[in-house]
């Protein structure tokens, strides 16, 4: 279980320093696990977002991308389950009120023991827990944490409630009077998952589409997360990327581990390291689901879930069907090799791929910081560099003029003014030429280009390469032609 806390703590500082992620409303003190993503935050997480977004439908034959609306019809939690069953087991310490998630306090608990060498009784303690929890036994987890003499960090006692389930929806009222009648509440959505069964036919019908096949959509989903810490692993607003793929019954087995092999790939596509990637199968299953795993990674924190790949049969659809009352049902005319008649009519199974879009920035960004100490005999040297995939680079080029006259930032800006409409450059003046390049390193910022007397000579450059800090002489006109080809 590997713990580096001094290095989240860097990178959680990093992102404020250079404009990623602030914490939300952070003149009245912030709010509890929401942030908000600054100029370069924004950029970097919605390159990660076309990315998914490109991959997941422009590359793919047969899944097209929807956007529905935050709030939904009340029922459509009631059919999906979660007003009933999306909960998680808490247990509350009765000298400090301080409440905490089962699990999270377990796993607290076997990280310590681990930490201490004990790394036999931590995965006894996890596999029994992991057991518990499938059989929703809490009296046996409860009896798990006494056994174990599990403190509460705040108070330092073992004096602990029952465990209780508590349901994680937001809820609010619409129309014009709060609370007037009972069926104005209304939820904010856990997942964007629902948006896409509710709109199965729709597409299926206007889009002509033949299973399988696939909806995808990005969006904001809201949890009341009770244990809302580790920065924007756990958010209570967040940001979901999930696809939907409807396939015919009994293939489902074959889909989910296309699937499971088909993100675990997307992510490597993106160049880190596979050691840091694990899969986790779930013994525990969701209310709807008949396999599950997840796609975890090694945060600075441990290995966590990053994604999570579902087969979840024909639940939600056979759901809302019942309580919609209007047919959910996809007309097959291939024809069955067993019966040679078309398959018919049938209600679709669905394998799901469901990732946090702001879980894989916090992936991205534990992957590409670094602090490197460059320093020789003579002289004390570092930098932070943030190796991020070039494709997702919140600045693919910088453009530096070596000194503010002499005609040299006019050049520079007819660089700027030739690539801007290809990617996003970034123009500076300003500072010794180093500290320019410390600054694009620390924004992950892949090229950087200065101009320089030789230029006016010559017509040429240097680029400078962020990972390797080397750097060459190339003609202005190839400039564009290699930021292009790296990304
Ligand atoms: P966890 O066990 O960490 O609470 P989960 O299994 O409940 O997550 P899912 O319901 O499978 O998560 O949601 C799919 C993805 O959405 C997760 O893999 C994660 O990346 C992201 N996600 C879920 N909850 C949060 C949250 N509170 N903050 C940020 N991302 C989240």
């Not at 997941?56 to 939690?77: C, E, K, R, S, Y």
């Not at 998680?88 to 023991?113: C, T, W």
């Amino acid at each position: 279980m590997a713990n580096d806390s001094n290095k989240f703590q860097a990178i959680i500082s990093h992102c404020k320093e250079y404009g990623f992620i602030f914490p939300s409303s952070e003149i009245y003190d912030g709010l509890q696990a929401v942030y908000d993503y600054g100029q370069m935050g924004s950029e970097l997480k919605k390159n990660i977002k076309d990315y998914w977004w490109k991959s997941m439908t422009q590359l793919q034959d047969n899944i097209v991308g929807i956007d529905a609306a935050i709030f939904m019809h009340p029922t459509v939690w009631k059919a999906s389950g979660h007003i009933d069953n999306f909960n998680d087991p808490m247990i509350d310490n009765k000298d400090s009120n301080k409440r905490y998630r089962v699990d999270h306090l377990i796993e607290g608990f076997a990280e310590e023991q681990s930490a201490m060498g004990n790394e036999q009784l931590a995965n006894d303690v996890l596999a029994t827990m992991e057991v518990m929890l499938a059989k929703d036994d809490f009296a046996g987890l409860k009896k798990l944490i006494e056994d174990n003499n599990i403190k509460c960090a705040i108070s330092g006692t073992r004096n602990w409630s029952d465990i209780r389930q508590f349901n994680l929806m937001f809820s609010t009222q619409i129309g014009s009077v709060a609370g007037e009648e009972e069926n104005s509440i209304v939820y904010l959505r856990p997942e964007t998952a629902q948006g896409i069964f509710v709109n199965f036919l729709n597409v299926q019908k206007t889009g002509r589409m033949k299973i399988p096949f696939g909806i995808a959509q990005t969006g904001k989903a809201f949890r009341n997360e009770i244990v809302a810490r580790q920065f924007i692993f756990r958010m209570r607003e967040f940001e979901q990327m999930e696809m939907q793929f409807f396939v015919r019954p009994g293939t489902e087995g074959e889909w989910y581990q296309y699937w499971k092999k088909t993100r675990l790939e997307w992510h490597l596509s993106l160049g880190f390291d596979p050691a840091k990637f694990r899969y986790h199968d779930h013994l525990k299953l969701a209310h709807y689901a008949k396999e599950a795993c997840d796609i975890e990674f090694e945060f600075p924190i441990g290995f966590k879930e990053v994604e999570g790949i579902h087969s979840r049969t024909d639940f939600d659809l056979k759901q809302h069907q019942e309580f919609s009352k209007k047919k959910l049902q996809y007309f097959d005319n291939d024809i069955d090799p067993v019966t040679g008649k078309p398959f018919g009519n049938y209600i679709p199974y669905v394998v799901e791929t469901s990732i946090g879009l702001d879980r894989m920035f916090l992936l991205v960004m534990s992957s590409a910081y670094e602090e490197q100490d460059l320093g020789t005999a003579e002289r004390a040297d570092s930098r932070v560099v943030l190796k991020l995939p070039n494709q997702l680079a919140p600045v693919k080029l910088a453009i530096l003029p070596l000194v503010k006259k002499d005609g040299l930032p006019e050049i520079a800006k007819k660089i700027m003014d030739d690539c801007r409409s290809s990617f996003r450059c970034f123009y500076e003046e300003k500072d010794t030429i180093g500290k320019r390049y410390r600054r694009m390193d620390a924004i992950g910022t892949p090229f950087c280009v200065t101009v320089d007397q030789q230029t006016k000579e010559d017509n040429t450059v240097t680029i400078r390469h962020r990972d390797s800090m080397e750097q060459e002489r190339v003609g202005i006109e190839k400039i564009k032609e290699i930021v292009q080809a790296s990304l």
